[in-house]
């Protein structure tokens, strides 16, 4: 009776981790055909198969892209173009008050006057590309939901137009100027952007 008890005992105990369960042995599992499926794990006795990830990692809402849209991706745009032209403007503007102040010697009044060449030509940049970029995500905003797709015809279409308007008070020459400079910019963006794509393909055609 006394070992029947220890018997119980353990394996309840066993149970309650696990290695009570049916167990595999090699021997078992010699026999097991592998095509489409994966071994038991003998340590486990659980199916790998069931712990690999086939799904995404996020739920997303129906009807939601997995990607960000062009609304969403504006302010990033905005943001990161000012924040670009800010540090490319200091940059212009120290080196435009060293060259200017050259012949002065250190002090007070040259650190102020290169000071003030750093926060012009900073903030000159900086609105300057915040504005090409604004001009830029609204024009893409408007071209997709008038397309209603979302494609690099709408990346090409809008930096064509955003030249077209930022140069417009140049004239027809002006205009022109500005289109063939946002159509040759987006397009080589385009271009990079689908460069791995277009090399697969080659690479298809070719065998």
Not at 93 to 107: D, F, I, N, P, V
Not at 140 to 169: F, P, Q
Request: hydrophobic share 40%.
């Amino acid at each position: 009776m006394e070992g029947g008890g220890n018997t119980s005992r353990s394996s309840g105990l066993g149970s309650l981790f696990g290695a009570g369960g049916p167990g595999y042995s090699h021997a078992d599992l010699a026999g097991v055909p592998l095509t489409g499926m994966s071994p038991l794990s003998p340590y486990l006795n659980v199916d790998p198969k069931y712990l690999i990830q086939d799904t995404d990692e996020f739920i997303l809402p129906t009807g939601a892209n997995k990607t960000r849209g062009r609304f969403e991706l504006a302010f990033f745009t905005i943001g990161g173009c000012c924040m670009t032209g800010a540090a490319f403007g200091a940059l212009n503007g120290l080196r435009l008050g060293l060259k200017e102040t050259q012949s002065m010697a250190w002090s007070k009044p040259r650190n102020v006057q290169i000071l003030n060449m750093v926060t012009r030509q900073g903030a000159l940049w900086a609105n300057t590309l915040g504005s090409l970029a604004l001009l830029y995500s609204a024009f893409g905003v408007i071209i997709e939901k008038a397309r209603g797709a979302e494609d690099d015809l709408n990346t090409v279409a809008a930096g064509t137009m955003t030249g077209m308007l930022y140069k417009s008070t140049g004239g027809v020459r002006g205009i022109a100027r500005g289109g063939i400079a946002g159509l040759l910019l987006t397009g080589l963006y385009a271009l990079y952007n689908n460069w791995e794509h277009m090399k697969g393909s080659v690479a298809r055609q070719s065998l």
